[in-house]
């Protein structure tokens, strides 16, 4: 009865046709499992690792691993926290601006407050980051212009704000407790705590999404907002609630990158939206809203730091890197699509015969 | 494009539709302030005080809130005042080969009498340099030349072959002389950068004292601190016998040495290159790094102040001989290629690091 005795993809392609009840929801379970959009992405990093760890064999060793797991933690709190937006139809692509001002935040509250307690600089990033989400929720919903224009002014805005703040100034990881640096040095079983921390935070979001009434309400609305307004949704709340943790997600984002790297200064994130945006995608975060998941925007995410790192480590020219990350994305929409349109053909037939 | 229809498209009222109007106007102002508040920060010009008359020298470096780059605009700043000019600082906030050309325009639009700039690539700048020239003024390449036809003269740190050859003994005596290397560079185009790898390399195929050395490769961190961390990772975990990283960009080392601090490489793998001591001084105490070298880079700022004085009183023309004064840093000759030799390269140790303050 589990997915592993039913290894054959033709039981799968054919589950309505089959008499036996019990046959054909083991097919269905097994065809939800096979279509699921995690899988192919879970897979090819499977693929990806095993592979360079056959070239390089350096890749893997417990550096290697806590590097690949370093480099991913904050882009797969990011990601987490967008494909929420992006479930409801729209897009925030201020995150990169945003984490730039909570990094340098956090480097100016350690330099003005040398003693200030660790919990504290997080919750203070975490709600300055709230903040931040929150003008772009009030602006998307109260102007109901698509979020994509909203973001995209809300990104320069929130720069030149980090710009006219920080100048040239620069803080750097000397200037921080050494307590909080080791936060994403110091292991737990082989997890660097602030992946850990990150773990925590999918599964949280995830369980949130999966089980919780107003976490399902985006999905309604990502599908259909007129739909779900007419449902009786509160459309605007949700979609103000989604910003809002995606800047909550965001906030922590930014003290873990001050944990993270050495300096904070105005250019601090540039251009990382469309990393994020592009992890969430290649995760199978539909960008038109109403289905993904959040632990797959966390795997795209792991998968698109990994394959930089496996690339630069079989040595593969980093031009070509770029190429292939945008191959990546390119494949994921097709996947996507390809998926859709089957998945309406047989409700057609399905419904022709039921005439 | 599902995104362009969030709300409900046909239904929409036209009272709405006006609102909607208004708030992507709105939306739209606010880019474009957004985009200003961030292309003219920390502009310094003196705010008219020179009551009209004062000529006026503009600097534009490779890109603003970089701590390096204001180091060398508050030497400028001090030069200029010194002279009696009016100065201004205007430049992109990246590193790019195409952004400062806008600039450029802008100055020249604007009459300025002396433009010093840093290059981020010798010939994209070109056109619009020559254009300033044809309309009167005087340009002075610093820190990064452009190709010599677009400028007048070209105020170099140090003799760029030094500092090249500072880095190499420095990795040479920790390294014993023999091993795999690796360069961390900032932007594949930046012509100081592409100077000084090419001085390495041609140094360490002629000196027989180098022979063990073996470069392995180059890469580029862009100065963008994630990115030159990434590729320091990257470069441990592809080169495996790798004993040394030279980094001649202040933005690399800084973050190569916070990976190699963080990691199990911290004191296996030698480090060196250019480096801010402000930004290094942690490192050097905890034994990350041991030595890196700069010069001054305030001086180099001042004395582009006044060769662009120099230039436009008629003091100096470019040719070769010429001398001017550059107020307390003395007598400066302008050597081969109208360059202009700031003075010696600094080496930074954990024995004089506290000396500085930059």
Redesign the interface.
């Known amino acids: 009865m589990t997915l592993s005795t039913k290894p054959n993809p033709a039981g799968a392609g054919a589950p309505a046709r089959s008499g036996a009840a019990a046959t054909d929801r083991n097919a269905s379970a097994f065809s939800t499992f096979v279509r699921a959009r995690e899988i192919p992405v879970a897979s090819a990093l499977v693929v990806l690792v095993v592979i360079t760890a056959v070239i ?1 064999s ?2 893997l060793n ?3 691993v806590k ?1 690949l797991l370093l ?1 991913a933690t904050i882009l797969i709190i990011m990601a987490a926290g967008q494909s929420l937006v992006i479930i409801t ?3 925030d692509l201020s995150v990169g601006s945003v984490l730039g001002l909570v990094a340098f935040g956090t480097g100016s509250l350690f330099n003005a407050f040398p003693n200030i307690p660790i919990v504290v600089v997080f919750l203070i990033g975490m709600v300055f980051g709230a903040v931040l989400g929150g003008i772009n929720g009030l ?1 998307v919903t109260a ?8 973001t ?10 980090l ?2 703040w ?5 803080y ?3 200037d921080r407790p050494v307590s909080f ?1 080791d936060l ?2 110091e292991t737990v079983i082989g997890f660097p705590i602030i992946t850990l921390i990150a773990v925590f935070v999918v599964v949280a979001v995830a369980i949130f999404m999966h089980a919780v009434r107003s976490g399902r309400d985006l999905y309604a609305i990502g599908s259909d ?2 739909a779900a307004l007419l449902f009786g949704i509160p459309v605007s709340r949700r979609v103000l609630y989604a910003f809002v943790a995606n800047g909550v997600l965001t906030g922590l984002a930014g003290v873990l990158y001050a944990s993270r ?3 904070v ?4 994130g ?1 251009g990382l939206e469309l990393n994020v945006v592009a992890a969430a995608v290649v995760g199978g975060v539909a ?3 109403g289905s993904g998941t959040v632990y797959g925007a966390a795997i795209g995410a792991l998968l698109l730091t990994t394959i ?2 496996a690339l ?4 593969v020219d ?1 031009f070509w890197q770029q190429a292939i990350v945008g191959l990546l994305i390119l494949a994921s929409i097709i996947v996507d699509r390809v998926a859709s349109i089957r998945r309406a053909r047989k409700l057609r037939v399905s419904e022709a015969r039921d005439v | 494009m ?3 229809h ?3 498209g046909k239904r929409l009222s036209t009272g ?1 539709r006006v ?2 109007v208004a ?2 106007a ?3 102002a ?2 474009a ?6 292309g003219s ?2 502009d310094s010009s003196s705010g008219g005080s020179g009551g009209g008359d004062a000529k006026t020298i503009a600097f534009l470096p490779k890109q ?4 390096y ?2 180091v060398v605009l508050g030497g400028g700043k001090k030069g200029a005042d010194a002279i009696g000019y009016t100065s201004s600082v205007v430049g992109p ?2 590193a790019s080969a195409s952004s400062q050309v806008t600039f450029i325009n802008t100055l020249t639009q604007q009459g300025t009498n002396v433009i010093v700039i840093a290059a981020n690539d010798p010939d994209a700048v070109g056109p619009a340099l020559q254009e300033a020239r044809d309309a009167g003024a005087k340009v002075v390449a610093f820190d990064s030349d452009t190709a010599p036809q677009y400028r007048d003269v070209f105020v170099s740190q140090v003799v760029s072959k030094d500092v090249a050859l500072i880095q190499l003994k420095q990795m040479s005596e920790q390294i014993g002389g023999v091993g795999d290397i690796a360069i961390l560079s900032a932007t594949a185009n930046a012509t100081n950068q592409n100077g000084w790898i090419s001085d390495m390399k041609a140094e360490l195929a002629s000196n027989p004292a180098y022979k063990g050395i073996n470069l392995v ?1 180059t ?2 961190g862009d100065d ?3 990115k030159s ?3 320091t ?2 470069l441990i ?2 080169y ?1 016998n790798l004993k040394g990283i030279i980094s001649p960009t202040t ?1 690399g080392i ?2 190569a ?2 990976y190699l601090s ?4 911290k004191g296996k793998i030698v480090l060196t290159g250019l480096g801010l001591p ?2 290094m ?3 050097v105490k905890d034994g990350t790094v041991k030595e890196f070298a700069l010069w001054d880079p305030a001086q180099l700022g001042e004395v582009a102040a006044y060769a662009g004085q120099a230039l436009e009183d008629g003091t100096i023309t470019g040719a070769e001989g010429d001398k001017f004064t550059a107020g307390d840093l003395g007598e400066k000759t302008v050597g081969a290629d109208q360059t202009i030799i700031v003075g010696p390269p600094t080496e930074f140790t954990a024995d004089n690091i506290d000396q500085y303050d930059f």
């Not at chain 2, 603003?64 to 701590?67: T, Y």
């Open positions: 390089n350096q890749f417990p550096q290697g590097d480099n139809r729209n897009v602006l102007a109901k212009v698509p979020a994509l224009v909203i995209l002014g809300t990104l320069y805005i929130f720069r030149g704000v710009n006219a920080a100048g040239g100034t620069q750097f990881a000397g640096s994403s040095t907002p007129d790297f050495n300096s200064g105005a250019t601090t540039d960008i038109a809203g930089t790192s630069t480590a079989v040595r980093k | 599902k995104l362009f969030s709300s409900t709405r609102a909607s708030a992507l709105t939306t739209v606010l880019i302030t957004g985009c200003a508040g961030g920060s920390s603003l809130n970089n701590p780059t204001d906030l990246e490769t890469v580029y963008d601190d994630t961390f990434q590729e990772q990257g975990s592809a495996p933005v800084a973050a040495a916070r963080t990691s199990d490489s402000n930004e001084r942690a490192f």
